[in-house]
T-cell receptor
Framework: SAVISQKPSRDICQRGTSLTIQCQVD?????MFWYRQQPGQSLTLIAT?????????ESGFVIDKFPISRPNLTFSTLTVSNMSPEDSSIYLC????????????FGAGSRLTVL | RKEVEQDPGPFNVPEGATVAFNCTYS??????FFWYRQDCRKEPKLLMS???SGNEDGRFTAQLNRASQYISLLIRDSKLSDSATYLC????????FGSGTRLQVQP
């Protein structure tokens, strides 16, 4: 399966600032997914990042708050804008495996704390 | 109502025990079903896919009941290393994760 590198692995940020999380995959993938896992909760899909088109956001998530870039088939970024303590979470990048089975492989996640 | 519902546990069982987790999903259009395992402070990793006919992988057996929209996971002969949170997952294009069931296997 694909190997995914995410950075930063963790960060502590001040309220009102923005942070960009990077996701690098060791192979070309069509779709990349960004999930959020808040403390004690399960994963919630933020958006699907498609190469060559705008990201598709899930209900409750908007581009102004979570802008996403997808410049090529191996890389994506997620920015958490104008952060508040409620944005403290783990943000995970994921890709589908190449066998068409809709199985997801995840990066190790970026643990964000907003003070 | 959550799209994927699981008993959060924790399930505390002795080594060697058999333990079963259940999960229900609300989207009848779902076509993909999985169990993922998540260790503390780690990312989720695929444990096994779930098929309508039921499937087994060593000590793990997964079953799907489409009529009842119900998924199960059975772990036989529990090991200490099975201690983790087990996430039930279903979906069609996008996957929806349950909140997880925490398992603690005790010596």
């Amino acid at each position: 399966s694909a190997v995914i590198s995410q950075k930063p692995s963790r960060d502590i940020c001040q309220r009102g600032t923005s942070l960009t999380i990077q996701c690098q995959v060791d192979s070309q993938v069509t779709m990349m997914f960004w999930y959020r896992q808040q403390p004690g909760q399960s994963l919630t899909l933020i958006a699907t990042a498609n190469q060559g088109s705008e990201a598709t956001y899930e209900s409750g998530f908007v581009i102004d708050k979570f802008p996403i870039s997808r410049p090529n088939l191996t890389f994506s970024t997620l920015t958490v804008s104008n952060m508040s303590p409620e944005d403290s979470s783990i943000y995970l990048c994921s890709v589908q495996t190449g066998d068409g089975a809709n199985v997801l492989t995840f990066g190790a996640g970026s643990r964000l704390t907003v003070l | 109502r959550k799209e994927v519902e699981q008993d959060p546990g924790p399930f505390n069982v002795p080594e060697g025990a058999t333990v079963a987790f259940n999960c229900t999903y609300s989207n009848s259009a779902s076509q993909s079903f999985f169990w993922y395992r998540q260790d503390c402070r780690k990312e989720p990793k695929l444990l096994m896919s779930v098929y309508s006919s039921g499937n087994e992988d060593g000590r793990f057996t997964a079953q799907l009941n489409r009529a009842s929209q119900y998924i199960s996971l059975l772990i036989r002969d529990s090991k200490l290393s099975d201690s983790a949170t087990y996430l039930c997952v279903s979906g069609r294009r996008a996957l929806t994760f349950g909140s997880g069931t925490r398992l603690q296997v005790q010596p």
